[in-house]
């Protein structure tokens, strides 16, 4: 069973960093691909990024050129960098992670971030 543990959430300001983790336990690590999604109050959940095991990632239009993802399988961590935070970024972030990107069938219990104008 693989188990994921998100950190790192809380209340900032626009234009603020934050810098989530999520680690995890179980299956190993190297092989798994990882994603953050989020949601917000009254949306769907909708995708971040992800990570495949060889390190390629991607990102929602939303989120690009703000967000990095990225991984350190020593740690079995995986981090989403966020920068030049807005409101709109406002939601509960959730780590997934899957034998490949897009097929996550592990998710963790998230993280509230809150950015404020």
């Known amino acids: 069973q693989l188990q994921l543990v998100e950190s790192g959430g809380g209340l900032v300001q626009a234009g603020d960093s934050l810098r989530l983790s999520c680690a995890r336990s179980?299956?190993?690590?190297?092989?798994?691909?990882m994603g953050w999604f989020r949601q917000a109050p009254g949306k769907e959940r909708e995708f971040v990024a992800d990570i495949s095991w060889n390190g390629a990632t991607h990102y929602a239009d939303s989120v690009k050129g703000r967000f990095t993802i990225s991984r350190d399988n020593i740690k079995n961590t995986v981090y989403l960098q966020m920068n030049s935070l807005k409101p709109e970024d406002t939601a509960v972030y959730y780590c997934?992670?899957?034998?490949?990107?897009?097929?996550?069938?592990?998710w963790g219990q998230g993280t509230q971030v809150t950015v404020s104008s």
């Open positions: 997934a992670a899957g034998g490949r990107v897009g097929a996550y069938a592990y």
């Open positions: 179980g299956r190993t690590f190297s092989s798994v691909a």
